[in-house]
């Protein structure tokens, strides 16, 4: 104490140094594999510069993003309504390097074969750093197949799928960039789109003039919006701009912003529409079937979205226990905080594997039928199973850091705040498993892919497999959850099988051989917990 400077009643030891910044593409093995591994290594030096510049400038800009949160102003100061979401001007300058970097858009203005493969790891590398601005990025990215389907909307989906990003409040024409937002969900019916009351009255052509309202209104300041309403023949898809063509406001009021537990930076709000102008997509009476174009693709960027939060909550639990002593040595070389980072590290890569194998069927689902059909079952499934398990994770990292991972400076709390949202957007957990159950039942052909992409794999347990043919036998609504965990266990596995992942073993052993611990950390004798754990995040 005597050799302090005055007034200093201690010194600053045992704490770790700033996680970042950091390279988010070279520490991330997994990534870098699955990248060539799926199709999309000609676009390896695009993704490393992004991960670059997501683990240190974007991870920088975060914070504030999400601390100041977006404000609603109905009107300005004279009086004029013009319902208009404020924010932080850090969430510009992530959306902007988001766009320009083709998080949004390179699947479109790229179309060749891997694209959807590396727009799927830019858009994990952006949303370990910043989930928030996540959501718009992925309904833009989302929408534009189903706006190049309509050719009077064919400009709109250029220019969303464009490497631009203007955030300007003014009508779409003057603009090089679009982005989109979405209003399914009204007070009455939640995830019950067809008990929608919204009513679209015909104008000239296919223009049409929207009454009702909207209970989640995603990113409203997004310069379009796909919609669902009551049309004469019945429930259909609408593009409902902010500004008509006319170069007017369109009448749509923004009555208040949702108080959210988490995704802060990310505005979502509550809507009414007074005569809203609005375009027809696809025929009258098919807006479920026009709107399901957009599902894989988002249900895929959930998948990607809990994967990316179970990586940085992995990275920041592993950085912290290798710097910080207790009891006489580092957190990192006690054997139980090494089960805990082993466990969380084989978690974590097989939810990534597991997503970017989904990636490429979507990438190739157009050109090979086996593919889609593997798509439209394995997202459902993926999407249940990684999201269900996001949140869990996140907690257990932060308990690796103890009261810190409990605080603000550090990005685990805004993590924990997100994780539950993936499994609760596009479809909580019941609706996927029963759009799993539908897919088995209308559609054969996937579980005949779904059984040619678990024999891939070798050494999946012959009891495990026997159970899951048991399950397959006697699926029922009840026992939809349970189907599609082994489901989902099964094709992590097979995933990272193909993979050639050394971590694949350690996966069945702990998973598939005998029935996993809920919590995390149990990893059986016989597993080498350092192999997993300098896997994950290479030491310093």
């Known amino acids: 104490m005597d050799a302090l400077p005055p007034f200093a009643t201690h010194r600053v030891d045992n704490q770790p140094p700033a996680f970042a910044p950091r390279d988010l593409w070279r520490d991330d093995a997994a990534l870098r594999e699955a990248l060539a591994r799926e199709g999309a290594g000609a676009w390896e030096d695009e993704v490393a510069r992004y991960g670059a510049l997501a683990g240190g400038e974007l991870h920088a800009l975060g914070f504030d993003a999400h601390r100041d949160r977006p404000r609603l102003r109905t009107h300005d100061r004279f009086g004029h309504r013009i319902d208009r979401v404020e924010f932080h001007p850090n969430y510009h300058a992530i959306m902007g390097a988001a766009i320009e970097h083709g998080v949004a858009g390179l699947s479109w203005h790229e179309p060749r074969p891997g694209a959807h493969v590396a727009r799927a790891a830019l858009s994990y590398l952006h949303h370990q750093v910043e989930p928030g601005s996540s959501c718009p990025l992925t309904m833009t990215h989302a929408a534009v197949p189903v706006l190049q389907g309509v050719p009077a909307l064919r400009d709109w989906a250029t220019r969303a799928a464009a490497p631009h990003y203007d955030p300007r409040d003014v009508p779409a024409p003057e603009k090089a ?23 679209a009255r015909p ?99 959930c998948m990607l979205g809990s994967s990316a939060e179970m ?101 685990l709390p805004r993590l924990y705040r997100q994780a539950p949202l993936n499994s609760i957007w596009e479809g909580s957990g019941n609706i996927q498993c029963l759009d799993v159950l539908r897919a088995l039942d209308k559609a054969p052909a996937c579980l005949d892919v779904l059984r040619r992409e678990l024999a891939l794999a070798s050494g999946l347990p012959a009891a495990f497999m026997d159970a899951l043919d048991a399950r397959l036998a006697r699926a029922g609504e009840a026992s939809a959850r349970s189907l599609v965990e082994c489901l989902a266990l099964a094709l992590q596995a097979s995933a990272l099988c193909q993979a050639d992942s050394p971590l694949a073993g350690d996966f069945i052993a702990s998973r598939l051989a005998s029935p996993h611990a809920q919590a995390l950390g149990t990893l059986a004798d016989g597993i080498v917990f350092g192999r997993a754990i300098e896997r994950a995040l290479p030491a310093d």
Not at 271 to 287: L, Q, S
Request: some cysteine.
């Open 177 to 199: 960039g679009l982005t989109l937002g979405m209003g399914m969900t009204e007070k009455q019916g939640g995830s019950d789109v067809r008990a929608n009351a919204t009513v």
């Open 203 to 301: 104008l000239e052509g296919d223009a049409y003039a929207l009454i009702g309202h909207k209970w989640f209104f995603s990113a409203p300041m997004s310069d379009g919006f796909l919609v669902l309403a009551q049309a004469p023949a019945g429930l259909s898809c609408f593009l409902l701009p902010r500004w008509r063509p006319d170069g007017t406001r369109n009448a749509l009021r923004l009555m208040r912003l949702k108080d959210k537990l988490g995704d802060w930076s990310n505005a979502s709000s509550e809507v009414e529409f007074d005569g809203a102008w609005a375009h027809r997509v696809g025929e009258e009476g098919r807006g479920v079937p026009t709107i399901l174009q957009m599902v894989m693709l988002t249900r895929l960027d």
């Open 311 to 411: 990586r940085m909550a992995l990275a920041e639990a592993i950085h912290h226990a290798r710097h910080r002593h207790a009891f006489g040595k580092r957190l990192a070389e006690h054997a139980l905080m090494q089960n805990v980072l082993a466990d969380l590290a084989i978690e974590a890569e097989a939810a990534l594997a597991l997503s970017m194998r989904v990636a490429r069927a979507v990438d190739a689902a157009s050109r090979d039928p086996d593919e889609a059909a593997f798509a439209r079952v394995a997202t459902a499934i993926g999407k249940y199973w990684i999201c269900k398990r996001a949140p869990a994770f996140v907690n257990e990292a932060q308990e690796c850091l103890g009261g810190a991972g409990y605080v603000e400076e550090s990005i």
